[in-house]
């Protein structure tokens, strides 16, 4: 079993940084891809990246490629998502999720966290 939390959500200026973290109980969390995904109000669960177990392969949405950045720190059980150049269109609830083996697709995680709020003004 794996336990994920999210953090670092909150509202920010077009053009504006945050850093979001998901943080994972257990001792196996290097075992376990991360991914990002967000949903907006009205549209569904969308892939934003996803990160290997050992943080060697990563792959991101078309749209936040050059903007995001996803990373893990394996002795910290937690990897982040920072996110640059924030846009309106950026403005969803992110939530990060775990399972063997890289994907984008939503369905095929196993774990997920309860999710944070990203609100991104004009």
């Known amino acids: 079993q794996v336990q994920l939390v999210e953090s670092g959500g909150g509202l920010v200026q077009a053009g504006g940084s945050l850093r979001l973290s998901c943080t994972a109980s257990g001792r196996t969390f290097d075992s376990y891809a991360v991914g990002w995904f967000r949903q907006a109000p009205g549209k569904e669960r969308e892939f934003v990246a996803v990160?290997?177990?050992?943080?060697?392969?990563?792959d991101y949405a078309d749209s936040v490629k050059g903007r995001f950045t996803i990373s893990r720190d394996n002795a910290k059980n937690t990897v982040y998502l920072q996110m640059n150049s924030l846009k309106p269109d950026d403005t969803a609830v992110y939530y990060c999720?775990?399972?063997?083996?890289?994907?984008?697709?939503?369905?095929?995680?196993?774990?997920w966290g309860q999710g944070t709020q990203v609100t991104v003004s004009s």
């Open positions: 990160i290997s177990r050992i943080g060697g392969t990563t």
């Open positions: 999720a775990a399972r063997r083996g890289t994907s984008k697709v939503a369905a095929l995680y196993d774990y």
